[in-house]
């Protein structure tokens, strides 16, 4: 529910808009990972690039405890999930020969695999939308089957006879089990092994020198050893084969050649463009709404912005890289513990410093907490209208909370003189008290650093364009999703020749006005928006872009 607030609670934008100097952003992240990454622990490599230009590549803490050798950051991790882009762009490279098609079944290159009773196509695979059991999650007779070395029948045997978990292209379900039949349907069709295939046709073609296949008898160069902790201590990670990650987290890689992999794939070194555009898009489910992601990757919003992403999570390691296309920012984040049965909070704090460096990454402010007086806090406390909802401020025991009469209650820790941010809610979401001459607070202002992409789930309806109209509006007319939020709408009609703005978030009903090619302003009493409608290579309209602004609450009581 917090993260909800990011486009509905009060939809708010660019008040302190601060973007560092790649030096003292430099500054800032070696700071923060100084003092988080103690240089006896697993450590973590970060690469950060802007506009195609790498502008922080560094390391912190332990490649190996018992050697104490200091991490590296062109050393070589286990990645994970990562790996299932490289399957995906295998596969979608056998879509552009005309070698398969996105629709086809399961069986057509697995004949015996079970029908289900229900259709598995290739994209169902690619998109987590086939209701396959992740065979991960299903138990073994055999408690020590994680350190054999298994073969891809034995994993596709494991799980092809559990039964579907919903109908396929009705829901997703992230499933490591669609990426292990994704490579096989790779050797099916290439008459290869997956690994020699994605070797040569991605890997090479991507100009990869340091991203491999992992195996446990090679002698990899610069490979960094895994670890975990329990109760507070570091550990060896426990021995699970390489093997299990057939096809959907077996490669290694570095921050730098992950970086090169964004820039081949962009570069068409891969893919073609239009390919890659599809794989970027998040799938449409079959009841019209849209999931968070794609062929290959997640497509969602971070720190209020677009981002193509993706994680992986192995014994002994965690792997992250996330592109932000609209800023032209990547950032790849690389460390060498995994501690998920961990007793402490240790876990917690490293995914937090993770998105800490994203923050750092994109130039979205920080803050920290003042102290306040009670007499103060209550000079802020009342009724404030917002749109169609009513804001509660109220002093809880020293404690200024929000209460939203849409969204719930929240918490307001204060950073400044009548500012105050709410916790845990990125991108930050900030207020500030306007006082009147006399020292009475008459409003306050939210601000969001954000913008958001609503993709179109339908084209215009008869009911959606009456009256006379200039055709190019019929083409803005329908009804959009935010990805991540499958209950939230936005909808556009056109009505006499005017652009129609409704929402089932807070925001006022509005005409929009025009601002330019595929741009318009949406201006009600208190609020001061952009919006921007994305088209596809096509010319059709696929989303609508919404850049937030200041949204003026005023004090009703």
Request: charged letters at 20%; hydrophobic letters at 35%; glycine letters at 8%.
């Amino acid at each position: 529910m917090k993260k909800k607030i990011l486009s509905i609670l009060l939809s708010c934008c660019t008040a302190w808009l601060y973007v560092p100097a790649q030096t003292k952003m430099a500054t800032q992240l070696d700071h923060l990972l100084a003092d988080a990454i103690p240089a006896e622990d697993p450590g973590v490599a970060v690469l950060i690039a802007q506009k195609g230009k790498v502008v922080y590549e560094a390391a912190f803490g332990s490649a190996n405890l018992e050697l104490r050798t200091p991490l590296t950051p062109n050393m070589v991790f286990r990645i994970g999930s990562v790996t299932k882009q490289f399957t995906a762009a295998g596969i979608l490279q056998l879509l552009e020969q005309g070698k398969i098609s996105l629709q086809d079944s399961i069986q057509q290159y697995l004949p015996d695999f079970p029908t289900k009773r229900a259709t598995i196509t290739i994209e169902n695979l690619l998109t987590h939308t086939s209701g396959l059991t992740d065979y991960t999650s299903i138990d073994s007779h055999d408690p020590f089957v994680e350190r054999w070395d298994l073969t891809p029948g034995f994993l596709v045997d494991h799980f092809k006879q559990t039964p579907l978990e919903f109908t396929p292209g009705s829901r997703y379900g992230y499933s490591n089990s669609n990426y292990v039949l994704l490579a096989r349907i790779i050797e099916k069709v290439t008459g290869r092994s997956y690994h020699d295939y994605i070797t040569e046709k991605v890997i090479k073609a991507a100009g990869l020198t340091n991203t491999r296949f992992a195996a446990e008898k090679n002698i990899v160069p610069l490979r960094v050893t895994g670890y975990t902790r329990d109760n507070g201590f570091f550990e060896n990670c426990y021995y699970q084969t390489i093997s299990l990650g057939y096809g959907c987290g077996d490669l290694l890689s570095t921050v730098g050649d992950l970086y090169q992999w964004n820039n081949a794939l962009l570069a068409g070194k891969v893919l073609q463009p239009a390919t890659l555009e599809k794989a970027y898009t998040p799938y449409r489910l079959s009841d019209g709404k849209y999931s968070s992601y794609g062929y290959g990757w997640f497509i969602d919003q971070q720190e209020g912005k677009k981002c193509i992403h993706h994680e992986g999570q192995t014994s002994g390691f965690i792997a992250m890289e996330k592109y932000f296309p609209t800023e032209d920012i990547y950032l790849s984040i690389l460390t060498n513990v995994k501690s998920g049965e961990d007793k402490t909070d240790f876990s917690d704090k490293r995914f937090a410093l993770f998105q800490q460096i994203t923050g750092l990454a994109l130039g979205t402010p920080s803050f920290s907490a003042i102290k306040m007086s009670n007499r103060l806090l209550d000079s802020y406390t009342g009724t404030y209208q917002s749109g169609k909802q009513v804001i509660t401020i109220g002093n809880k025991k020293g404690v200024l909370f929000c209460d939203a009469s849409m969204e719930g209650n929240f918490k307001l820790v204060p950073v400044g003189t009548d500012k105050f941010i709410i916790q845990n809610i990125k991108p930050v979401v900030t207020f500030e008290f306007v006082k009147d001459s006399a020292g009475n607070v008459v409003e306050f202002i939210s601000t969001q650093q954000a913008s958001f992409d609503w993709l179109k789930l339908v084209a215009a309806a008869d009911n959606t364009v009456t009256g006379p109209v200039a055709d190019p509006l019929k083409h803005y007319a329908g009804k959009y999703q935010l990805p991540s939020m499958s209950n939230t709408f936005i909808t556009i009609t056109v009505n006499n020749n005017k652009l129609l703005f409704s929402t089932t978030t807070p925001l006022p009903d509005a005409a929009l006005l025009p601002a330019g090619p595929d741009k318009f302003k949406y201006r009600t009493p208190g609020y001061d928006f952009r919006f921007e409608f994305i088209r596809q290579a096509n010319g059709e309209v696929q989303s609508l872009r919404v850049v937030q602004g200041a949204v003026h609450c005023p004090k009703i009581r």
